[in-house]
């Protein structure tokens, strides 16, 4: 995915406010913006962060070249003049990025509130960067998270994630790469495959049996093209003649030396057309080929097959994971949380208050520390400023109902995010790119959390707070904001 120019890609108000910062000499005040999100997805229990390597493939070659700057300079405003100086734009030409960016690991198990990625810098440059740091965040956290409920719901058989032709896109090749780090065994998407250095897996479709006199003759040709790998498609007319037709083929395959690999059911009542199709398999004494089902499936449909008793040995999910079918956003978000003005060396809070007490910000410039019991699982995660004192009894706040208090002090803990970049460089230690430690990383951090927070519907919520003092100083501060007076 290297070589595309990516400066451009952003809501053109980023630009606006980027030339308003120039003209009003701001371009040495530094800020600190906070991602988070604000709510599970799915109705779930936690998130899988992921997007960090397509955020680092940007920003290592951020820059706008000749022909970005020549396209802005024919951005009209409403009244027909150019909507940007041409002073502003030949900044803009000659700027290197000079900011500072701390994030969790993909793979991350994180939740609703807390900070999963920190960029401070020259306020101008951190603007730039919101709408590509969300677009890239957003969307493969959200299928990463997809994809591991999906795995959990079958129980440890494997998942090949084929959505690409379903997929938004060429956002489907990220998809892809996803749903391997939540979990997904291996993906369809060769291209994916290729770049990222994640399996591929596949089988035929229903046009290579149609292009064939008989079903079997198409059967007995695929496992002579493939005798290695020979996986049969079983429904394109009738799955219990299907399946007798594999069995044929299947048979030919052992008196050559040869195996079939599985069968796989891609329509019909999957749970019955499974267990009638084990019993035709080991009536015919071939108890090692494997069942695969597909067809629109997710996590509720996976659960109900296997609640029925079906015996399924691998799966296929394909549109409603690369699509995040029932929940298209995530709803991240990238706020401004503290200004540390030209010359001085002090970070001023800062906060967007709302009638809405789930869009009120945090203050600060924020990391995160999760804490663990004695027995592995987590405890809790405290949201800290950097530059402050942690208060000594390591209470957290829910950032939702100040009367909802855990006390943390003398548990294990780590902190979540770590250094990024670096005036605008990759740190050496922070490698994004491998896609199979991050999939290691979020199966790691979901055996951490409890049962209660893992189940599918109507999960515990795990508790996610500020840090006494970040807590008061938000209070205090939404006070001044809103005029509050002082008690007396």
Same mark, same amino acid.
């Given at each position: 995915?290297?070589?595309?120019?990516?400066?451009?890609?952003?809501?053109?108000?980023?630009?606006?406010?980027?030339?308003?910062?120039?003209?009003?000499?701001?371009?040495?005040?530094?800020?600190?913006?906070?991602?988070?999100?604000?709510?599970?997805?799915?109705?779930?229990?936690?998130?899988?962060?992921?997007?960090?390597?397509?955020?680092?493939?940007?920003?290592?070659?951020?820059?706008?070249?000749?022909?970005?700057?020549?396209?802005?300079?024919?951005?009209?405003?409403?009244?027909?003049?150019?909507?940007?100086?041409?002073?502003?734009?030949?900044?803009?030409?000659?700027?290197?990025?000079?900011?500072?960016?701390?994030?969790?690991?993909?793979?991350?198990?994180?939740?609703?509130?807390?900070?999963?990625?920190?960029?401070?810098?020259?306020?101008?440059?951190?603007?730039?960067?919101?709408?590509?740091?969300?677009?890239?965040?957003?969307?493969?956290?959200?299928?990463?998270?997809?994809?591991?409920?999906?795995?959990?719901?079958?129980?440890?058989?494997?998942?090949?994630?084929?959505?690409?032709?379903?997929?938004?896109?060429?956002?489907?090749?990220?998809?892809?790469?996803?749903?391997?780090?939540?979990?997904?065994?291996?993906?369809?998407?060769?291209?994916?495959?290729?770049?990222?250095?994640?399996?591929?897996?596949?089988?035929?479709?229903?046009?290579?049996?149609?292009?064939?006199?008989?079903?079997?003759?198409?059967?007995?040709?695929?496992?002579?093209?493939?005798?290695?790998?020979?996986?049969?498609?079983?429904?394109?007319?009738?799955?219990?003649?299907?399946?007798? %037709?594999?069995?044929?083929?299947?048979?030919?395959?052992?008196?050559?030396?040869?195996?079939?690999?599985?069968?796989?059911?891609?329509?019909?009542?999957?749970?019955?057309?499974?267990?009638?199709?084990?019993?035709?398999?080991?009536?015919?004494?071939?108890?090692?080929?494997?069942?695969?089902?597909?067809?629109?499936?997710?996590?509720?449909?996976?659960?109900?097959?296997?609640?029925?008793?079906?015996?399924?040995?691998?799966?296929?999910?394909?549109?409603?994971?690369?699509?995040?079918?029932?929940?298209?956003?995530?709803?991240?978000?990238?706020?401004?949380?503290?200004?540390?003005?030209?010359?001085?060396?002090?970070?001023?809070?800062?906060?967007?208050?709302?009638?809405?007490?789930?869009?009120?910000?945090?203050?600060?410039?924020?990391?995160?520390?999760?804490?663990? %019991?004695?027995?592995?699982?987590?405890?809790?995660?405290?949201?800290?400023?950097?530059?402050?004192?942690?208060?000594?009894?390591?209470?957290?706040?829910?950032?939702?109902?100040?009367?909802?208090?855990?006390?943390?002090?003398?548990?294990?803990?780590?902190?979540?995010?770590?250094?990024?970049?670096?005036?605008?460089?990759?740190?050496?230690?922070?490698?994004?790119?491998?896609?199979?430690?991050?999939?290691?990383?979020?199966?790691?951090?979901?055996?951490?959390?409890?049962?209660?927070?893992?189940?599918?519907?109507?999960?515990?919520?795990?508790?996610?707070?500020?840090?006494?003092?970040?807590?008061?100083?938000?209070?205090?501060?939404?006070?001044?904001?809103?005029?509050?007076?002082?008690?007396?």
């Amino acid at each position: 995915m290297t070589g595309t120019d990516w400066a451009l890609y952003t809501d053109l108000y980023q630009l606006t406010m980027a030339q308003g910062y120039w003209s009003a000499g701001k371009l040495d005040d530094r800020a600190a913006f906070t991602m988070s999100f604000r709510d599970y997805p799915f109705r779930g229990g936690y998130a899988i962060a992921c997007g960090m390597e397509q955020v680092a493939e940007i920003l290592a070659d951020y820059s706008f070249s000749a022909d970005d700057i020549a396209y802005l300079t024919e951005v009209r405003s409403s009244d027909g003049t150019p909507m940007f100086d041409p002073e502003f734009l030949s900044f803009l030409g000659s700027m290197s990025l000079c900011i500072d960016v701390d994030a969790v690991p993909e793979g991350t198990v994180v939740f609703p509130h807390e900070p999963i990625m920190v960029v401070r810098g020259p306020i101008m440059q951190c603007q730039l960067l919101e709408t590509v740091l969300l677009n890239c965040v957003n969307f493969q956290t959200l299928i990463a998270t997809k994809a591991a409920r999906v795995c959990r719901a079958t129980g440890g058989a494997p998942v090949a994630e084929f959505g690409l032709r379903r997929a938004q896109g060429m956002g489907g090749v990220w998809a892809s790469r996803a749903a391997y780090i939540g979990g997904c065994a291996s993906t369809s998407n060769v291209l994916a495959g290729k770049i990222f250095n994640i399996p591929v897996s596949g089988t035929h479709s229903h046009s290579w049996v149609m292009s064939f006199p008989s079903e079997l003759e198409a059967f007995r040709a695929y496992a002579h093209a493939f005798p290695s790998n020979c996986t049969l498609l079983v429904d394109t007319y009738d799955v219990e003649t299907g399946v007798r %037709n594999a069995i044929v083929v299947g048979q030919e395959m052992r008196a050559r030396g040869e195996a079939l690999a599985a069968i796989r059911i891609d329509s019909g009542d999957l749970a019955w057309l499974a267990s009638k199709a084990r019993a035709m398999l080991d009536e015919a004494g071939l108890t090692e080929v494997g069942i695969v089902l597909s067809n629109d499936l997710d996590e509720c449909t996976v659960e109900s097959i296997l609640d029925q008793g079906a015996p399924v040995d691998a799966w296929g999910v394909g549109t409603k994971l690369a699509t995040a079918y029932d929940q298209p956003t995530l709803g991240g978000v990238y706020k401004l949380s503290a200004i540390r003005p030209a010359g001085s060396d002090i970070w001023e809070d800062k906060l967007k208050i709302s009638e809405s007490a789930s869009k009120l910000t945090l203050p600060g410039v924020l990391n995160v520390r999760r804490y663990f %019991n004695d027995d592995g699982h987590v405890a809790g995660d405290m949201i800290y400023d950097i530059n402050s004192d942690v208060d000594a009894g390591e209470v957290i706040v829910d950032p939702l109902d100040a009367l909802r208090q855990k006390q943390l002090a003398g548990k294990r803990f780590e902190v979540l995010l770590a250094p990024f970049l670096r005036q605008g460089r990759m740190v050496a230690d922070y490698d994004p790119s491998d896609a199979r430690a991050a999939r290691h990383r979020a199966c790691a951090g979901l055996e951490t959390l409890d049962e209660s927070q893992l189940r599918m519907l109507n999960p515990h919520t795990y508790p996610v707070g500020l840090e006494r003092g970040l807590h008061e100083r938000r209070q205090n501060l939404v006070a001044q904001l809103r005029h509050v007076p002082e008690r007396p």
